[in-house]
């Protein structure tokens, strides 16, 4: 085989990862803009810059770019509370710390709140995500916390991090109905009062 036969067999997979990524990343802006019912693949593979065929060669549909994107947003998560962490930022403040870039952008903020609300749907692609998104938080607060001086003994580990979990889609709610006010602000105090990071009394 010639050089450049061998740089033509090559030369579709040698670029795949990049490809893949470039894709998700023009799911992830449909995703935000239109909401997974209403994106097409049509136009993900536009803002991609690849055809229809050569999308369809990498992923299998809208599902498969919907996982694939949103286990890259939680990784990018776990990643950036890491880098908060290690930069000594005080355990109350790293959630809110985390959701800034989600709360900066409203449009994108409205379509994860839709989405997660579709997910409930235990039928819905995403539905198990959700629920592993939560166990993983759980398993974050109880490894990284213990009980405030404020909290009741009457909550158990699983009752905080339902709190929180409801306050941080509560606070998403109230930062789209009137996003003047500030809403995230309220998650470091409401940390403080229902956790306190492990090591910190």
């Given at each position: 085989?010639?050089?450049?036969?061998?740089?033509?067999?090559?030369?579709?997979?040698?670029?795949?990862?990049?490809?893949?990524?470039?894709?998700?990343?023009?799911?992830?802006?449909?995703?935000?803009?239109?909401?997974?019912?209403?994106?097409?693949?049509?136009?993900?593979?536009?803002?991609?810059?690849?055809?229809?065929?050569?999308?369809?060669?990498?992923?299998?549909?809208?599902?498969?770019?919907?996982?694939?994107?949103?286990?890259?947003?939680?990784e990018?998560?776990?990643?950036?509370?890491?880098?908060?962490?290690?930069?000594?930022?005080?355990?109350?403040?790293?959630?809110?710390?985390v959701?800034?870039?989600?709360?900066?952008?409203?449009?994108?903020?409205?379509?994860?709140?839709?989405?997660?609300?579709a997910?409930?749907?235990?039928?819905?692609p995403?539905?198990?995500?959700?629920?592993?998104?939560?166990?993983r938080?759980?398993?974050?607060?109880?490894?990284?916390?213990?009980?405030?001086?404020?909290?009741?003994t009457?909550?158990?580990?699983?009752?905080?991090?339902?709190?929180?979990?409801?306050?941080?889609?509560?606070?998403?709610?109230q930062?789209?109905?009137?996003?003047?006010?500030?809403?995230?602000?309220?998650?470091?105090?409401?940390?403080?009062?229902?956790?306190?990071p492990?090591?910190?009394?």
């Amino acid at each position: 085989m010639s050089d450049n036969a061998a740089a033509r067999r090559r030369g579709p997979y040698a670029t795949t990862p990049a490809r893949r990524a470039q894709i998700v990343r023009a799911a992830l802006a449909s995703f935000a803009e239109h909401g997974f019912e209403r994106a097409s693949l049509r136009d993900i593979a536009a803002r991609a810059g690849v055809t229809h065929a050569a999308l369809l060669r990498h992923f299998s549909g809208k599902e498969e770019l919907l996982l694939t994107a949103l286990a890259q947003r939680e990784e990018r998560d776990e990643e950036q509370a890491d880098r908060i962490l290690a930069a000594g930022t005080a355990g109350a403040a790293v959630l809110g710390q985390v959701l800034a870039d989600e709360f900066a952008d409203l449009d994108y903020l409205r379509h994860w709140l839709a989405l997660s609300i579709a997910a409930t749907n235990p039928a819905h692609p995403a539905h198990e995500f959700f629920v592993r998104r939560g166990e993983r938080l759980r398993r974050r607060l109880q490894d990284s916390s213990t009980p405030s001086a404020h909290s009741s003994t009457e909550l158990t580990d699983d009752d905080r991090t339902v709190m929180v979990l409801a306050m941080m889609d509560g606070l998403r709610i109230q930062a789209l109905l009137d996003p003047s006010h500030n809403p995230l602000r309220l998650m470091e105090p409401f940390m403080r009062m229902v956790i306190t990071p492990a090591g910190s009394e």
